[in-house]
């Protein structure tokens, strides 16, 4: 059962990785974080989100890359491996070049 808010009885938003997620993409993010290196196929994802109902597979995707704009501030993604599984992986992190290092400037005592 969601949890929802007492006054205007929308479900609560959850944290994934530093994220507010809404609860059915937080769903689809907990099963393929949960699906681990092997990944999860979208008729899978379907079938757990949707259960029986007829849903487009688009949505899924669709979910998915709304899911990657929202994580665009953190270092994760959900990556499709061969267009059949979506896993969850780690970007490396980036060296900073010498020019976007900050130059902190020395103040000067006088």
Same mark, same amino acid.
């Given at each position: 059962m969601e949890m929802c808010c007492p006054h205007c009885h929308q479900p609560f938003a959850v944290m994934r990785v530093g994220v507010r997620l809404p609860t059915k993409k937080? &769903?689809?993010f907990d099963l393929i974080k949960s699906a681990g290196e092997i990944g999860i196929t979208t008729a899978?994802?379907?079938l757990a989100v949707y259960g029986e109902r007829k849903m487009n597979p688009v949505t899924v995707r669709a979910h998915i890359q709304q899911i990657n704009d929202l994580l665009v501030a953190t270092d994760w993604r959900i990556r499709s491996i061969d267009? &059949?599984?979506w896993v969850?992986? &780690?970007l490396p992190r980036r060296r900073?070049?010498?020019s976007q290092e900050a130059v902190v400037p020395?103040?000067?005592?006088?």
């Open positions: 937080a &769903r689809i899978e994802l379907k267009h &059949r599984y969850l992986v &780690r900073k070049s010498k020395q103040a000067s005592e006088g």
